[in-house]
Structure formats: C-alpha cells, structure tokens
C-alpha cells in the first residue's frame, strides 16, 4: 500500500510526463545505427534483458546505499548540461518502484540543472559503484521540482540533514521512465578516503578557487589591452612576437 508521501509525489510529477512515450525502449537514432552496424539482434536483447519501466528490489537496494549520481538535463532548445550529486548513502530516495527523489544543496547559485528542467522535464541520472560491485544504473524520468513548502507536506526535509550547509534548499522528484545496467567492464576500481566536506561553504579554497585559470585568463586578457576586444590572449601574445 502507499504511503500518504508516495501519492503525493506521483501527484507532482503527473502532468510533467513524456508527451510522446515510446512504445518500445530506444530512440530512432539507436535503431538507424543499429541497423547501420548490424547489431539490431544485441541490442534487442539488451533492450528485452535489462531496460525496465520501473526499479526492480536490486536497482532501489543500489540506489539506496549510493553517494554520488551524475545528473543530465537539457532547456528547452536540446542545449545539454551534466552535473554532479552528491551526499550520504541514501540521500537519493527511492519513494516507490516508480519515483526518486534528490536533494538540491546551496550551490553557486547558477541552477543549471534546475533550470533547465522548468521548461524540459526529461531527466538522467547516472549512478556508479567505482568501490565494490563495479557496476552502474541508468535511471531516465520524468522530473519536477518540490518547493520547501512541499518539501514538509512531503516529510522529505528529513531531521538526519543536520548541518546547515547539508540542509535541502528543494528536491527533485523523478517519475521513472526507464532504467538499465551499465556494464562493469570498463569501470575502474576506486578505494574510498575520508575527507572532510564542507557543505554549503562559500570559501573560495574550499570550493577549488580557480583551478582551471578561468578567471585568471580572462584578467589577463583584459589587463593586456592589445588586439581586438574580447580576442584571446593567445592572439595578444602572437600579435606582440
């Protein structure tokens, strides 16, 4: 029988459903390229032996004890984005055979990810076991947004979030629509190290500062003032050699 929060999340994420749902698992572009490379047969008997419309007892067990999931939307134009999750194990909730939901910590303050899914609902998630069993679950849905307001009428603003920086601004609740293995043979083996993480922090080092030279390059370009505005500061250079 469900829970009073179960019917309350498949009561969100109706309406936001798939215009289109595919009769048959796979998109049109898999089967031209299937038919194109002759693997037709193999991939019908992945699709016949692993993709499923709900989680079976081993995929939401998985799902429970995961700490990390990557996370891809796209707006409504098809632009693509792939994130990062993370938290304790279990902190993707598994509602029923059907729905998931994940919380949405303090960020940087972009909201790509939710931000394309208010105006395209389709989502994947990704989750990975780099440190025992060496194997990965696809889950695709349907996703909507839960405001706070909704997070308490749905209980989801759990107490075992305790600190502040670990405290869900809103959660993501999926309908899933598919969901599927993904082979081991190419998944690395990983050992876990404690560390400490500094949730909800805005401390530049602790986030990783500039470690890609972003904001360092485009200072450098600014402060060069030669070539055209904007050019990159390759060209700068190779214009003063």
Same mark, same amino acid.
């Given at each position: 029988?469900?829970?009073? /929060?179960? #019917?309350?999340?498949?009561? $969100?994420?109706?309406?936001?459903?798939?215009?289109?749902?595919?009769?048959?698992?796979?998109?049109?572009?898999?089967?031209?390229?299937?038919?194109?490379?002759?693997?037709?047969?193999?991939?019908? =008997?992945?699709?016949?032996? =692993?993709?499923?419309?709900?989680?079976?007892?081993?995929?939401?067990?998985?799902?429970?004890?995961?700490?990390? &999931?990557?996370?891809?939307?796209?707006?409504?134009?098809?632009?693509?984005?792939?994130?990062? %999750? &993370?938290?304790?194990?279990?902190?993707?909730?598994?509602? *029923?055979? #059907?729905?998931?939901?994940?919380?949405?910590? %303090? +960020?940087?303050?972009?909201?790509?990810?939710?931000?394309?899914?208010?105006?395209?609902?389709?989502?994947?998630?990704?989750?990975?076991?780099?440190? #025992?069993?060496?194997?990965?679950?696809?889950?695709?849905?349907? @996703?909507?947004?839960?405001?706070? @307001?909704?997070?308490?009428?749905?209980?989801?603003?759990?107490?075992?979030?305790?600190?502040?920086? %670990? #405290?869900?601004?809103?959660?993501?609740?999926?309908?899933?629509?598919?969901?599927?293995?993904?082979?081991?043979?190419?998944?690395?083996? $990983?050992?876990?190290?404690?560390?400490?993480?500094?949730?909800?922090?805005?401390?530049?080092?602790?986030? +990783?500062? *500039?470690?890609?030279?972003?904001?360092?390059?485009?200072? +450098?370009?600014?402060?060069?003032?030669?070539? @055209?505005?904007?050019?990159?500061?390759? /060209?700068?250079?190779?214009?003063?050699?």
């Amino acid at each position: 029988m469900r829970t009073v /929060l179960q #019917r309350a999340a498949r009561s $969100l994420t109706r309406g936001r459903h798939r215009h289109h749902r595919r009769s048959q698992p796979g998109s049109a572009g898999e089967r031209i390229l299937q038919d194109r490379f002759g693997t037709t047969e193999r991939a019908g =008997q992945f699709y016949q032996n =692993q993709v499923t419309d709900q989680l079976t007892p081993v995929m939401r067990e998985f799902i429970g004890r995961m700490e990390m &999931a990557f996370i891809a939307t796209s707006d409504d134009a098809g632009e693509c984005d792939c994130s990062f %999750r &993370a938290g304790p194990p279990g902190f993707i909730r598994v509602l *029923d055979d #059907r729905t998931i939901a994940y919380p949405e910590y %303090r +960020g940087n303050g972009v909201m790509a990810s939710l931000g394309n899914l208010l105006h395209n609902p389709h989502i994947g998630i990704f989750l990975v076991d780099f440190t #025992r069993d060496l194997i990965g679950l696809h889950v695709n849905g349907d @996703a909507s947004v839960v405001s706070p @307001a909704r997070m308490l009428e749905l209980d989801l603003d759990s107490a075992e979030f305790t600190s502040p920086g %670990r #405290r869900p601004a809103l959660w993501v609740l999926v309908s899933v629509t598919e969901a599927y293995i993904h082979c081991s043979k190419h998944i690395p083996l $990983l050992v876990p190290q404690s560390r400490v993480r500094h949730w909800g922090t805005d401390n530049p080092r602790h986030k +990783g500062g *500039d470690y890609f030279d972003v904001a360092a390059s485009s200072s +450098g370009a600014t402060l060069s003032g030669a070539g @055209a505005p904007g050019a990159p500061a390759s /060209l700068i250079t190779n214009a003063r050699s």
